[in-house]
């Protein structure tokens, strides 16, 4: 599921406004007057107000994308940034012409800024944990899929990869305070660290070894593996939490 469509039905009531909550904006709808419908996505924070009087009546729909092919013509997909589109296109542009942008080549990355589910059930039978992930491409949506229109524009390569933030033993200031040392990982697949034991080592080699990780981040003697410069910075508010098992003197649950 990766949205819901609610219908209120013209009841005679009394408050009961729908809050919307996303990225830090919020939005307020009062439907106590006439029939309206809104379609949210799934990591859009949505509330309803107090009903003072009367009944909200609603009829909701589970969202869901299909796989199979429909006969009803599709309406195009609107394109709801046009001038950031423009503008982020103009500069892609200058900078891919100038011949000092990376002259040895690199990755240029995109916090993206919606959340996204992926469909286990259609690909953990066959292990294809890499066809799960990158088959979200097809429903990137709003300034997400602006980026990827534009890069497709520009003939760019394209890979979804998920982010993981390792904390590893850092040093101390000159105060003498501890600061942990936190490193990047990028996969290009879907990662199970549930049923996997990250054992005596640290997570991120975990991630290089077992899901193809790349380093982002130099670490001691590790460097990184790959040179990559954030376009736009990872965002807090669709981070997630993953537990995973670790052994070290004892048995313990770390997370990512």
Not at 64 to 78: D, Q, R, W
Not at 147 to 176: A, H, M, N, P, T
């Amino acid at each position: 599921m990766f949205g819901s469509l609610v219908v209120v039905l013209p009841t005679s009531h009394e408050g009961g406004a729908l809050v919307l909550r996303h990225n830090n904006e919020e939005w307020t709808f009062d439907s106590a007057k006439e029939i309206s419908g809104h379609a949210t996505p799934t990591d859009v924070e949505h509330e309803v107000t107090l009903v003072k009087s009367g009944y909200r009546v609603t009829v909701t729909y589970n969202l869901y994308f299909s796989t199979t092919p429909s006969a009803t013509p599709t309406t195009p997909t609107v394109n709801e940034h046009p001038i950031v589109e423009s503008a982020l296109e103009v500069e892609l542009r200058r900078l891919l012409a100038d011949l000092t942008f990376v002259p040895q080549g690199g990755h240029l990355m995109f916090g993206l800024r919606h959340q996204y589910p992926v469909d286990l059930d259609t690909y953990y039978p066959r292990r294809d944990n890499k066809a799960a992930l990158q088959a979200m491409v097809a429903y990137l949506k709003g300034s997400d899929a602006a980026i990827l229109r534009v890069c497709r524009e520009l003939v760019l390569k394209i890979s979804l990869q998920l982010v993981f933030e390792d904390e590893v033993e850092g040093y101390r200031d000159e105060q003498g305070r501890y600061k942990p040392a936190k490193l990047l990982v990028a996969c290009d697949q879907v990662v199970n660290l549930a049923s996997d034991s990250a054992g005596d080592s640290e997570l991120f080699d975990l991630l290089r070894e077992c899901y193809d990780g790349k380093l982002l981040t130099s670490y001691e003697d590790d460097k990184a593996d790959i040179d990559v410069l954030w376009a736009t910075r990872l965002p807090k508010f669709n981070r997630l939490k993953a537990m995973y098992p670790a052994y070290g003197n004892e048995a313990s649950l770390q997370h990512t």
